[in-house]
């Protein structure tokens, strides 16, 4: 193994297929510095949903920065892994098999060497990442998940740690240096004070990186998972879903400190953290301790997705980057799960006047919140409510920050219901203020008023409307008598108009028959 995998850059050992072709799973095998992972995708989407996931911390890249090679330990503990997880790639009628490497083969003398090995072994090419290559597929994870996003995205791996500029979802100047948390134990002799020196001292050779960089600071990568996971264990918080956890940059730079100064023995005691971390933590830590001093940004964001994600949305066409990756995620459980066609649609058209126009809420909430209106109908009648706030409120989403979880799974536990405050709703509820709170509590109501009026019939829906007309709240049924009004209809109206404090409501049928009205008082 003598040639250096930097000659491989840009090189392709065979044609890499395009998966726009291919309509089917996607495998991603991401070989990275400390561990090899396999994703499988179910298919090229907006929104790529996972269907199996599983990693060997193998430490390639560990002794790199002595020997300049990698690790003959990782390379012997990696090559069956990937064997299996190509037998599994084909086992599970995989249209695509990606291999990816990343920092330690490609700054490796023996790198290519390597890649010769591994492609023998699985039978597909490897695509080996240049620095400017993995730091753009790490944005475009994080753009999967934010994709406004705005400030510094950083993608800390085993080897090197990418940067990336974010201007409202747009990527700025990117680059990568050698602040692994492998690397960097190898350049300070695992001295933690020597890798503080070494991490400010190599952060100071970008002459773009500073507090000028602003916004917030978007972090992707396994190590700093886990410091947020220590946050959220330290602090009991609720909702243990990393993918829009967010913190105040003192706040995180607080941890990280905490973090970086503990002993193996200290980690091993701590739930939240990883056992095969505790080596490295501390040095992962100590970067995003210079980087926070360096950047002062408003906020650090963390992101669950990375290069694998940032992969497909590399290969998308740029009208489906533009979507919003909510209402992908929403339409498409609509679609597949639900009883009736296009009953979303209806909903949101049938709460526009009172949450668009007089209460300004959300539109993309509102809009999410209707075409999930009917997302546990399949359950239990006594369980529907749990089922849909526990659903909404962990669900895989992209796009969406704690609180917009909270209220989703908010508004349809009282759509299903309940009255949003028992024990159970009780993790929901603390994500959100007192105002938000009762919004998810009057468009839930609102959704169980609509259900009721229509029985999930859009076209029937679609007839009918709800107004607030000063201190009345009214609905139209159709003006022919094809819906009569009922006691449940009433019922439920009067909920709702008590809950907008509004003083009366009425249900009448369109003025073609003459109105046909029953006031009652709210």
């Known amino acids: 193994m003598t040639s250096k995998v930097s000659e491989l850059q840009g090189a392709r050992p065979r044609a890499r297929r395009d998966s726009r072709r291919f309509k089917g799973r996607i495998a991603v095998v991401d070989i990275g510095s400390n561990s090899i992972r396999l994703v499988v995708f179910d298919r090229l989407s907006r929104v790529p949903v996972p269907v199996f996931n599983e990693r060997v911390i193998c430490g390639l890249g560990k002794g790199l920065a002595a020997t300049g090679r990698v690790s003959e330990e990782g390379v012997a503990l990696a090559l069956p892994n990937l064997l299996r997880f190509a037998r599994l790639a084909q086992a599970m009628e995989v249209a695509d098999l990606v291999l990816l490497a990343t920092a330690a083969v490609r700054d490796a003398a023996n790198g290519a060497d390597f890649v010769t090995a591994v492609e023998k072994t699985c039978g597909a090419a490897v695509r080996v990442l240049d620095g400017a290559q993995e730091a753009t597929l790490a944005a475009y994870g994080v753009l999967v998940g934010a994709p406004k996003a705005n400030g510094l995205a950083g993608d800390l791996g085993g080897g090197s740690l990418e940067l990336i500029e974010l201007n409202q979802g747009r990527l700025g100047r990117r680059v990568t240096v050698p602040l692994g948390p492998l690397r960097l134990m190898d350049a300070s002799d695992s001295d933690r004070e020597r890798a503080a020196e070494i991490v400010t001292e190599t952060l100071a050779t970008v002459p773009w990186l500073g507090p000028n960089t602003g916004g917030d600071f978007h972090a992707v990568g396994g190590a700093w998972r886990n410091l947020a996971r220590v946050h959220m264990e330290q602090g009991n918080y609720p909702l243990h879903v990393i993918q829009g956890y967010t913190l105040d940059a003192q706040s995180a730079l607080d941890v990280a400190a905490v973090i970086a100064q503990q002993g193996r023995r200290s980690l091993a005691k701590m739930n939240a953290v990883s056992r095969r971390r505790v080596e490295t933590l501390p040095f992962a830590a100590i970067t995003l301790c210079g980087l926070l001093r360096m950047l002062q940004p408003d906020r650090i964001v963390f992101s669950a997705f990375g290069l ?67 997302v546990a109908w399949r359950e239990h009648p006594d369980y529907r409510a749990r089922q849909a706030l526990n659903r909404l409120l962990y669900y895989p989403y992209a ?86 009004p009922g006691d449940a209809l009433q019922r439920r109206l009067t909920a709702l108009a008590q809950a907008m404090n509004l003083a009366g409501t009425e249900i009448r049928q369109g003025e073609e028959d003459g109105p046909f009205s029953s006031t009652a008082a709210a």
């Open 399 to 484: 796009g969406l920050d704690h609180p917009g979880r909270a209220f989703l799974a908010l508004s349809a536990y009282q759509r299903y219901g309940s009255s949003g405050d028992d024990e159970l709703a009780a993790p929901a509820r603390s994500l959100l203020t007192p105002v938000q709170q009762q919004e998810a509590k009057l468009l839930g109501l609102a959704l169980r008023l609509a259900i009721s009026v229509c029985g999930g019939a859009a076209p029937i829906l679609e007839r009918t409307s709800l107004e607030a007309d000063g201190g009345t709240l009214r609905l139209t049924l159709p003006a022919d008598g094809e819906l009569p």
């Open 308 to 374: 694998r994600e940032g992969l497909l949305y590399e290969r998308l066409s740029r009208g489906e980057r533009a979507k919003d990756p909510l209402l992908v995620t929403a339409e498409e459980i609509s679609r597949r799960e639900g009883r009736f066609p296009h009953l979303g649609d209806a909903l949101l058209t049938w709460c526009r006047s009172i949450f668009l126009e007089q209460r300004k809420l959300e539109p993309r909430l509102l809009a999410a919140a209707c075409h999930l209106a009917d």
